[in-house]
């Protein structure tokens, strides 16, 4: 299945994700980030300045992102049924939602975000297909973000690019079960993220392959400049990382079916599954 990327450019997922060098997994008491709303470090996802950089200024360099769509749309057409509804958590500017629109045109989709800026810019994103999609500003960093989408499911599928990350991990696992929560039975979940690397070998060549990437897309600059740019950005400390391994487990314990990791490439993966139905799913 080939994707448009003229319609929907690969790097537009980068909003959420330049990934870190490398530092060992969060232990279980990170939750302690967000016990005080003045110590979360994902907030500065809201300013208009920071959307701007992303959305506008870094485009066309991340790593495999053309297959990173064409996997999640292929996952979703592999379920065997109409996509009625779908959910699209942490939106930014909503090109996971505009390849799936792409794809299933009858689809109704559902994107949240806490950013006002990201939801503005999918707002522009869709001027032309608004009979289509939902703009909700929730923070899923709460359980309550659950009240202000559940009226419109069950959802078919249920999709994430770049942004559950920034959670602590005991959140991440919460955020799953009420993801799994959501879906209809044999809905799907795809979780197009940024994973912590199996050692600090292989981040550095991972952050090697995304600066040979940004400087492609930069070639007016330097790529020493470009390689700064890349270790000073402002976000960096959003971000919170967890083994893709790991988070398949949580997800087989929270009880989807299906769980795999569907395409990886260092520090970025494609993972998920699916609820079951009341028949067995087939294998």
């Not at 078919?156 to 009420?178: F, L, M, N, T």
């Not at 959003?238 to 790991?246: G, Q, S």
Request: charged share 20%; hydrophobic share 45%.
């Amino acid at each position: 299945m080939a994707i448009d990327t003229h319609n929907h450019p690969p790097a537009a997922i980068l909003y959420r994700m330049m990934p870190l060098p490398y530092h060992a997994p969060p232990k279980a008491n990170s939750t302690a980030l967000h016990s005080n709303m003045a110590e979360r470090t994902d907030e500065i996802w809201k300013t208009s300045a920071l959307a701007a950089v992303y959305l506008e200024g870094v485009r066309g360099a991340i790593p495999l992102a053309g297959e990173q769509l064409d996997v999640m749309l292929r996952l979703i057409v592999a379920c065997g049924r109409p996509i009625k509804r779908f959910l699209d958590l942490g939106c930014g500017d909503g090109v996971l939602s505009s390849a799936i629109l792409g794809s299933h045109p009858e689809a109704q989709g559902v994107l949240v975000d806490f950013s006002a800026p990201m939801l503005d810019a999918a707002a522009r994103r869709f001027a032309d297909q608004l009979a289509s999609v939902r703009f909700v500003n929730a923070d899923y960093a709460l359980p309550s973000w659950t009240a202000s989408v559940a009226d419109y499911g069950p959802y078919d599928a249920i999709v994430s690019g770049y942004s559950i990350h920034h959670q602590p991990d005991a959140r991440k696992r919460e955020i799953y079960r009420e993801i799994f929560g959501l879906l209809g039975a044999g809905g799907v979940f795809v979780h197009v993220e940024h994973v912590a690397p199996g050692s600090a070998w292989a981040a550095a060549i991972s952050d090697e392959l995304f600066v040979d990437h940004l400087h492609r897309s930069h070639r007016e600059k330097s790529r020493e400049d470009v390689a700064r740019t890349y270790y000073r950005r402002p976000d960096k400390a959003a971000n919170i990382l967890a083994p893709v391994e790991l988070q398949c487990q949580w997800l087989r314990e929270i009880g989807f079916a299906h769980v795999d990791c569907y395409l990886k490439i260092f520090e970025l993966a494609v993972f998920g599954g699916r609820r079951p139905s009341p028949s067995s799913l087939p294998e």
